[in-house]
């Protein structure tokens, strides 16, 4: 039934969140911005930086954005130490999902240099066929990356499907009439998911194939009969 899924990475495929909120509040103390609530914070998860930073500090100037920008992604990077690991079965998964003919790509609010390292670091860079960075498009909920990554596969948006844990990526999906699933455990509340219409929901990562394979097996039925 589909033939391309896109994935969301933070919050979706790896736990990054506690690493993202502590880098953001330690890099807006250190430059002298009003102290950030985590809830906030993880409210921007999945957003270009620029805009995430925008939306937590908006009467901030240019200059004084890049500053954020640069000291946060050297706490993101370098300081900051608390863990980032991926979900339970995200790489068994991914791997028997590529090896049963699935095309996989990332669509990712992170820069290229922050996906390329996490890549490298998850050992994951040659499951994925192409992947998209918000430094290079349009950021979410613009559709444009995925829009993008559709142009250079040749497929059209019911060919895929967009996996994601926020709402910016639900809406993604949603506004190019292409099929999307709302991941529980990450960012945001199912109730904000909810309201995009994805298929299915899931609650572990490996529900992912689970669910695919039930859609398989309808297909094949139907087909038959």
Same mark, same amino acid.
């Given at each position: 039934m589909f033939k391309l899924l896109i994935f969301d990475w933070d919050g979706t495929l790896i736990d990054s969140q506690a690493r993202i909120i502590a880098s953001m509040q330690a890099a807006a103390d250190e430059l002298g911005h009003q102290p950030l609530c985590s809830e906030a914070v993880r409210n921007i998860i999945g957003l270009g930086l620029p805009e995430a930073i925008r /939306? *937590?500090?908006?009467e901030i100037e240019a200059a004084a954005l890049e500053q954020m920008r640069e000291r946060y992604a050297h706490h993101f990077l370098v300081q900051n130490? %608390? $863990?980032?690991?991926?979900?339970? @079965?995200? #790489?068994? %998964?991914l791997s028997r999902l590529r090896d049963r003919g699935y095309r996989l /790509?990332?669509? #990712? @609010? &992170? !820069? +290229?240099?922050?996906?390329? +390292? /996490?890549?490298?670091?998850?050992?994951?860079t040659?499951?994925?066929? *192409?992947? +998209?960075?918000?430094?290079? #498009? &349009? !950021? &979410?909920?613009?559709?444009c990356m995925l829009i993008e990554i559709l142009e250079e596969t040749g497929l059209a948006a019911?060919?895929?499907? =967009?996996?994601g844990d926020t709402e910016y990526d639900l809406e993604m999906g949603? +506004?190019? @009439? =292409? $099929?999307?699933? /709302?991941? !529980?455990?990450g960012a945001h509340h199912l109730d904000r998911l909810r309201q995009h219409k994805p298929r299915t929901e899931i609650h572990q990562?490996?529900?992912?194939?689970?669910?695919?394979?039930?859609?398989?097996?309808? *297909?094949h039925q139907r087909t038959v009969s």
């Open positions: /939306a *937590l500090i908006p130490e %608390t $863990p980032t690991e991926l979900y339970p @079965g995200v #790489t068994d %998964t /790509a990332v669509a #990712t @609010g &992170k !820069s +290229r240099r922050g996906l390329d +390292r /996490a890549l490298n670091d998850t050992g994951l040659e499951l994925f066929e *192409l992947t +998209r960075c918000a430094d290079e #498009t &349009k !950021s &979410k909920p613009d559709p019911g060919d895929a499907l =967009m996996i949603y +506004r190019i @009439g =292409m $099929p999307t699933v /709302a991941v !529980s455990y990562f490996p529900e992912l194939e689970n669910w695919l394979d039930n859609l398989t097996d309808e *297909l």
